[in-house]
């Protein structure tokens, strides 16, 4: 059985929903960042990098979101080659940009030394992550990213979604992100991982 170690307020949200949209039978390990057990020789011992998302299986360990949501769900990716480029092109921008900017708010130190570097960075998560939803918002066909169909992009971009509001983010302002939000947290999926304790 998988075993998906994962915490609050993080990405792994990503990677629990779409192992709830598959039904896939998976073991659900809650890591307490906030006491910083993720830098503990426990948790090292599943991942090194000493972050989440972790999935155990029977393979091995993968880490890095979008490499777990694409080995759990590979029907939810589109036959021809294009379309899962731009299932994986949305993705990357939402890993190398997106999640980048919103962390540059309380993850500084790991860009900076100098507080008030820091502090600079924190102060323009707002503008940034708004030019990021207005880049998203260019892009949704809705009711989803891609349209009708859901995609293993759909729950990276819904797990984002969530930090919107602390990073002083009006989601009204971009209509097709806020549809697009609302569609998604009314799938099963959703209520499966908030019973578990994950969001």
Known sequence: MLKLFAAKHTVSLASALILEELGTEYELCLV????HAQREKPYLGVNPKGRVPA???SDGVLTETGAILEYIAPNFM???AFSCAKIREFMHYLS???HVNHAH???GKRWADLKE???DMTAKVPQTM???CAYVESLILGPYIFGSDITIADAHLFTLSQW???DGIDISSYPKLAAFELAFAARPSVAAVRAKGLL
Do not use: F, H, Q
């Open 117 to 119: 570097s820091r502090a």
């Open 78 to 80: 589109p036959k021809d």
């Open 55 to 57: 999935l155990v299986t």
């Open 164 to 166: 919107l509001e602390g």
């Open 105 to 107: 708010k309380m993850r």
């Open 32 to 35: 307490d960042i906030a006491a």
């Open 130 to 132: 708004a030019e990021n």
């Open 96 to 98: 190398s940009t997106m």
